[in-house]
Structure formats: structure tokens, C-alpha cells
């Protein structure tokens, strides 16, 4: 059994004390719902007051994003033992990161590698584009992308994969339910291929891309999606909370 992970990525929202703030709407109501394992990915400067915020919470903490060197002069970078000195969890090769920062396939397996390295949990994000989708190269994009993030790793001790189609991150316009559990199962059967069938099934996928506490319920009943990675809709304590919920209600039937 998977256990299902929501995991919420607040990417560039929230100041500090904005942080705090939600943190301290929805802790006690997450905090009951433990079928579920609850990530919430602040920026990176409220992550030691939001720890501070977690010390009696069963809620669970990750970064959105981490340099592959350990240190050293790399001004402005936050290294792989920074992060795990504060967290479980790492957002790596999310698509905005692909695309305005210019990570290759090659930064995004160096990022991995060393978030393996610390103890970090990856959330390996992989997903196509529009024009990639409408060419039918779906398929394509996704193996060249696992293949070329998990180049050289034995061992994919605890790491996530989410898939997010980028054309439904923060449009509004969610995949199916159906095409995300198919895409999933498609990258399942990859994992098989490239590790074996044992780490294939245990491996947890998640969906995103605009997941509402509307359609949540579309996507949790899937066999094959186990949980969701949430943008926009994890900035609402309300909302959040709800997806979580939902998410427990489904696991129980899978
Ligand atoms: P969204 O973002 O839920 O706002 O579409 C998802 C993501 O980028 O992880």
C-alpha cells in the first residue's frame, strides 16, 4: 500500500509572517488526518519559523528547490544540507524551474543525486508541454526526462515523482482524471523498466496541475495517482485542508 502524499508548493508566495499565518490556520485540522502524509513548501526563508511552528505537528516540511553542491561560493544558493537540516522534502525540476532557469535534464540528476545524498526526500516533478502534448509526445518527453533525472541513482530511496502536465500548472485547466491515471500508469511501467517492478509499485506518483478542492475528488480516485502536488489552491487554508481530506476518504477505498 502507498501511502498518499499532498503536498502543497507555495513557490514565491508569502512573506514570513504571511507564512506563519497559514501555517497556523490549517495545522490542527491537518494534523488529524494521518492516512495522509502532508508536505507544505514554503519559501525558502520561513523554513526554519515554519519548523519552529511543526515541532508538535505530524505535517511535514520541504523546500522548493536546492543547489547540488554541498558549499562553498555559490552566491545566493541554498545547498542540499542546508535544506536537510530543516526538512524531509525537496521540489526538484519543477517546470518553472525548467523553464525561466534554465535547468537542464543534467542539473535536474545532479540536484537529485544530492538531495539522495543528505537523507532528502525528492519530489522529482516531470511533465510536457502544450505543443509536446497536442504532437502526441507525451510518452516520449516523460521517459526522456526520468531517464535523464535518475541517470547513475541505484537507489531511489523514498524520492516521489509528480506529473505535471505544464499546461494545466496554474491555467485552471487540469488534466482529466483519466489521462493523469493512464500517464501515470505510463510512468509506473517506465520505473519497471529502469529499476524493477518491487520499486515500481512502491514508487509514490503524484498529479498536478491546477488541483482544486473541486476536483480533487477526480483525480484521488484514480488507482494509479497517489496524491497530488498543489500550487496555487495550498494558499488557501480551507481549500487545502479539503484536498487533504478528500484524499483520505478515497485512500480507504482504493
Ligand atoms: P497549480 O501549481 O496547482 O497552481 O497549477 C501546481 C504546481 O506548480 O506544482
Known amino acids: 500500500?502507498?501511502?498518499p502524499l499532498i503536498a502543497g508548493n507555495w513557490k514565491m508566495n508569502t512573506t514570513v509572517n504571511e507564512a506563519t499565518g497559514l501555517v497556523r490556520a490549517m495545522r490542527d485540522e491537518l494534523d488529524k488526518i494521518t492516512d495522509v502524509e502532508r508536505?507544505?513548501?514554503?519559501?525558502?526563508?520561513?523554513?526554519a519559523p515554519v519548523k519552529e511552528l511543526l515541532k508538535d505537528?505530524?505535517?511535514?516540511?520541504?523546500?522548493?528547490?536546492?543547489?547540488?553542491?554541498?558549499?562553498g561560493a555559490y552566491t545566493g544558493e541554498i545547498s542540499p544540507l542546508?535544506?536537510?537540516?530543516?526538512?524531509?522534502?525537496?521540489?526538484?525540476?519543477?517546470?518553472?524551474?525548467?523553464?525561466?532557469?534554465?535547468e537542464t535534464g543534467?542539473?535536474?540528476?545532479?540536484?537529485?543525486?544530492?538531495?539522495?545524498?543528505?537523507?532528502?526526500?525528492?519530489?522529482?516533478?516531470?511533465?510536457e508541454r502544450l505543443d509536446?502534448?497536442?504532437?502526441?509526445?507525451?510518452?516520449?518527453?516523460?521517459?526522456?526526462?526520468?531517464?535523464?533525472?535518475?541517470?547513475?541513482?541505484?537507489?531511489?530511496?523514498?524520492l516521489v515523482i509528480a506529473y505535471e502536465p505544464v499546461w494545466a500548472?496554474?491555467?485552471?485547466?487540469?488534466?482529466?482524471?483519466?489521462?493523469?491515471n493512464k500517464t501515470i500508469a505510463f510512468i509506473r511501467q517506465h520505473i519497471a523498466q529502469l529499476y524493477d517492478e518491487k520499486v515500481a509499485q512502491e514508487m509514490r506518483v503524484l498529479y498536478g496541475g491546477s488541483v482544486t478542492a473541486a476536483n480533487?475528488?477526480?483525480?484521488?480516485?484514480?488507482?494509479?495517482?497517489?496524491?497530488?502536488?498543489?500550487?496555487?489552491?495550498s494558499l488557501k487554508a480551507t481549500e487545502f485542508l479539503s484536498i487533504v481530506t478528500q484524499t483520505s476518504v478515497f485512500s480507504t477505498r482504493k
Open 216 to 233: 480533487a475528488a477526480e483525480f484521488m480516485q484514480q488507482p494509479e495517482i497517489d496524491g497530488a502536488l498543489v500550487g496555487g489552491a
Open 106 to 127: 543534467e542539473i535536474v540528476n545532479k540536484k537529485v543525486i544530492a538531495a539522495l545524498k543528505v537523507g532528502l526526500k525528492p519530489i522529482l516533478c516531470i511533465g
Open 132 to 158: 509536446e502534448n497536442e504532437a502526441g509526445k507525451t510518452e516520449d518527453v516523460l521517459t526522456g526526462q526520468l531517464t535523464s533525472s535518475l541517470n547513475g541513482i541505484d537507489n531511489l530511496d523514498g
Open 57 to 71: 505537528s505530524t505535517l511535514k516540511l520541504g523546500a522548493q528547490n536546492l543547489y547540488f553542491a554541498e558549499k
Open 1 to 3: 500500500m502507498r501511502v
Open 39 to 47: 508536505v507544505i513548501c514554503p519559501p525558502f526563508v520561513s523554513l
Open 169 to 180: 500548472i496554474g491555467t485552471g485547466k487540469a488534466a482529466t482524471g483519466e489521462w493523469a
Open 82 to 102: 542546508m535544506v536537510a537540516d530543516l526538512c524531509e522534502f525537496v521540489i526538484i525540476g519543477h517546470s518553472e524551474r525548467r523553464h525561466y532557469f534554465n
